[in-house]
C-alpha cells in the first residue's frame, strides 16, 4: 500500500481550489453533476427490490448510501447507470438518464464490483481499452494508476492482483474521464486497514476538487469522516436521507455511570428527559444537556464514575433505522421516565 | 465508432487468444491444403481430372478458429463480467454490438487474408514439387473471394451465435457441434435433409459450392451460391439482431 494520492492528475484542479474556479471546472467536464432519483421501482418476480425510491445528491457534496445487504443499494446504483432497466421511475444524472450522455466516462465514474477484469490483461491494459472507448490518450491510463498507487503493479495481470489493488483498479477506472460524478459500490470491501486509511484519503481527495461523491459502503465510520450526506436504505424503501448534521439532530446522547443511579433516574424524569438503561446498570439519556443532567446529579447527591456525550454514530443510527428497533419518534427527547427507560433498549 | 473499434480491437490484441487462433487457423488450413494437394497430386497421376477449385478455395478448417473467435466476441465479456464497464463505456448496447461486429470483421479479414495466402503457398509448392501444371481457371479467382468471404461471414455468426447464448462453453459445444455434426446429419436424414438448404451449413455450402454438390442426396437441393451467400449473411445477422436483443436487452446485474 502507498500513501493517500496527493496530486492531481493534469487538467485536475487542485485540492483547495477557489469556488469559482471548480464551478468553472464543473462546466467545462459537463453539467451540475446532480443525481435524481425519483419514485424508482425495481421488482424481480414478486419482489420489489427498490421501491419508490426517490432522493437527491447534490453537485460537489459527498454522499453515504447506506443500508444492509440486500436493501436495494446495488440495484439502484445499477438502474442510475443504465445497466438494469427501472420497472417505472426514474435516475439521472445531469437532468438525463445515464444512456444519453454524451460522453458517459467525462461525465460518470463508476466503480461496482472488484472483480470485473479480464484475468489476462493487465491493469494499464484493462485501463487503456476504456480510454480508447472513451476517445482519451492512453496516457491518461498511466495517470490514474500513479493516483491510485497502481503503477508498480501496472503490467501485472489482473489475476494476480489482490482484493485490494482490485479495488484500486476500479477507483482508477472511475477517474480515467475525470468526471465531475462518482458513484462507487461498497469500495471499502476487502481492504486492510492500511487500504482503508487510503481509501479514507482518496475520498477527502475527491471531495476537496468538489466532485460529487455516491458511495454505497457498509464500512460506515469511514463514510462518516468523508460525507456530507446520507441516503438510507432498508428493503428497497428510503428509511432518512439528509445531511449529517439533520441526521444527527435530537440523536445526542449523554451516558451516566455509577453505583446508585435510581434518585438521577427520577430527577432526570421529573425534568423531562427519556433513555434507556443498558444491561450493566448505565443510563444513556437522549440529550446533549451534559451539565445539567451532572447538576441533577450533584443536586441529588448521585455518586457518578462516568460522565459523558456521546458522538453522532452514523453507524448507530444506521442500525438503529435500518433493523426497525428506532422509530424516528424515539429519537427525541420526549416522554416520562421511568416508563422512558427500557432494560437494554436502544443501541 | 471509431473509438469503439479502436477499443474492442485493443481488447482482442491484448490477450494471446487472437495469436493462438491464428496459429490454429493456419494448422487446419495447413491440413486441408495438404489433403486437397495430396488427391490432386494422385488425380493428376490417375489421369484424372485435377480438382483445382477445392484445392484453391477450401477453407472449411479455417472457419472453425474464425467460428471459436467471435463466440469469444460477447461471451467473453459476461464470463469475466467485463459487459459492466463496457457498457458504462458505451451505454448503447446497439452500437456496442455494431462496433464488435466491425471490429471482428477486421480480424476476421486479417484471418481470411493470411488463411487463403497460406493455402495457395502449400498448394502451389506441393504441385509444383510433384510437376503437376497449375491451372487458375475453372472458377478459381471468384472462388478465392468466396472463401475469403466465407471466412469473414463465420466470424460474424460466431459473434451472433454467442451473443444469442452468452455461456461461453455452452457457445463452443453448440457452434462446434452444429457444424461438425448437426449441419452434416441434417444433409443425411430423410425427411429433414429437404430443408438442409435453408440452413446456415446448407447456405454456405451453396456459397462456396462451384455447382458440384457431392455427398448430397439427390432430394437437397442447394441454392445458387449468391442465395447461399445471402442467406448465410442473413442468419448470421439474424443471431447478432437476435442475440443482442436478448443477451443485451437484459438487466445486467
Not at chain 2, 501444371?133 to 471466412?151: E, I, M, Q, R, S
Request: with cysteine; aromatic share 8%.
Amino acid at each position: 500500500m502507498t500513501a493517500p494520492p496527493g496530486q492531481p492528475a493534469p487538467g485536475q484542479p487542485a485540492p483547495g481550489q477557489p469556488a469559482a474556479g471548480r464551478a468553472a471546472d464543473a462546466g467545462r467536464r459537463g453539467g451540475d453533476g446532480r443525481i435524481v432519483v425519483e419514485n424508482l421501482t425495481k421488482v424481480f418476480g414478486t419482489q420489489r427490490a427498490v421501491d419508490s425510491l426517490s432522493f437527491t445528491v447534490e453537485p460537489g457534496s459527498v454522499t453515504g448510501f447506506l443500508g444492509p445487504n440486500g436493501a436495494g443499494k446495488t440495484t439502484t446504483l445499477r438502474m442510475l447507470l443504465g445497466l438494469v432497466r427501472p420497472t417505472s421511475g426514474l435516475a439521472t444524472v445531469n437532468g438525463v438518464n445515464y444512456q444519453s450522455l454524451p460522453k458517459p466516462l467525462q461525465t460518470v465514474g463508476a466503480a461496482l464490483e472488484a472483480a470485473s477484469f479480464h484475468p489476462a490483461h493487465t491493469g494499464l491494459q484493462h485501463l487503456r481499452i476504456y480510454c480508447a472507448a472513451a476517445g482519451l490518450p492512453a496516457r491518461r491510463a498511466d495517470e490514474v494508476l500513479e493516483l491510485v498507487g497502481l503503477t508498480q503493479a501496472a503490467k501485472k495481470k489482473t489475476k494476480g492482483y489482490s482484493m485490494g489493488m482490485r479495488q484500486r483498479l476500479g477507483l482508477a477506472a472511475t477517474l480515467l474521464g475525470d468526471p465531475r460524478v462518482l458513484i462507487l459500490d461498497e469500495p471499502a470491501n476487502g481492504l486492510d486497514p492500511e487500504g482503508i486509511r487510503w481509501l479514507r484519503g482518496f475520498f477527502r481527495h475527491l471531495a476537496g476538487e468538489g466532485r460529487t461523491v455516491l458511495v454505497s459502503s457498509h464500512q460506515l465510520a469511514e463514510v462518516q469522516e468523508v460525507a456530507d450526506r446520507a441516503v438510507i436504505l432498508n428493503r428497497g424503501k428510503l428509511v432518512r436521507a439528509g445531511t449529517l448534521a439533520e441526521l444527527s439532530a435530537g440523536t445526542a446522547t449523554t451516558v451516566v455511570r455509577g453505583p446508585a443511579l435510581t434518585p438521577l433516574q427520577q430527577a432526570l424524569a421529573a425534568a423531562g428527559f427519556s433513555g434507556t438503561t443498558e444491561p450493566d446498570g448505565a443510563l444513556r439519556i437522549r440529550t446533549d444537556q451534559i451539565a445539567h443532567v451532572g447538576h441533577l446529579a450533584f443536586t441529588h447527591g448521585v455518586e457518578l464514575h462516568e460522565l459523558r456525550l456521546e458522538e453522532f454514530d452514523l453507524e448507530r443510527l444506521f442500525f438503529s433505522l435500518t433493523e426497525g428497533e428506532h422509530r424516528a419518534a424515539d429519537l427525541g427527547p420526549a416522554g416520562q421516565l421511568p416508563a422512558g427507560y427500557q432494560q437494554g433498549g436502544a443501541r | 465508432m471509431i473509438n469503439l473499434i479502436r477499443s474492442e480491437v485493443l481488447k482482442i490484441r491484448s490477450t494471446q487468444v487472437w495469436f493462438w487462433m491464428l496459429l490454429l487457423a493456419g494448422a487446419f488450413t495447413a491440413l486441408g491444403s495438404a489433403g486437397t494437394s495430396y488427391n490432386a497430386v494422385q488425380d493428376y497421376r490417375a489421369g484424372n481430372p485435377v480438382d483445382y477449385y477445392s484445392l484453391f478455395t477450401q477453407s472449411s478448417g479455417a472457419a472453425v478458429a474464425l467460428l471459436v473467435l467471435g463466440l469469444l466476441g460477447l461471451t467473453t465479456e459476461f464470463r469475466h463480467k467485463t459487459i459492466t464497464p463496457t457498457l458504462l463505456a458505451t451505454p448503447n448496447r446497439w452500437l456496442l454490438l455494431a462496433g464488435k461486429a466491425a471490429s471482428y470483421a477486421v480480424f476476421a479479414i486479417v484471418y481470411a487474408v493470411f488463411c487463403v495466402a497460406l493455402n495457395f503457398a502449400i498448394a502451389i509448392i506441393w504441385l509444383s514439387a510433384e510437376n503437376v501444371p497449375l491451372d487458375y481457371g475453372h472458377g478459381v479467382p471468384g472462388g478465392v473471394g468466396k472463401a475469403f468471404l466465407t471466412l469473414v461471414l463465420t466470424g460474424m455468426f460466431g459473434l451472433g451465435l454467442g451473443a444469442l447464448l452468452r455461456n461461453q462453453a455452452a457457445a463452443m459445444v453448440f457452434g462446434i457441434v452444429y457444424f461438425f455434426v448437426l449441419g452434416p446429419l441434417l444433409s443425411v436424414i430423410p425427411g429433414v435433409r429437404k430443408g438442409y438448404a435453408w440452413t446456415p451449413g446448407g447456405a454456405i455450402q451453396a456459397f462456396n459450392s462451384n455447382g458440384v454438390t457431392d455427398g448430397l442426396a439427390d432430394d437437397v437441393h442447394l441454392l445458387a451460391p449468391l442465395a447461399g451467400g445471402l442467406l448465410f449473411v442473413a442468419w448470421s445477422l439474424a443471431l447478432l439482431l437476435i442475440g443482442g436483443r436478448i443477451s443485451l436487452g437484459r438487466d445486467i446485474s
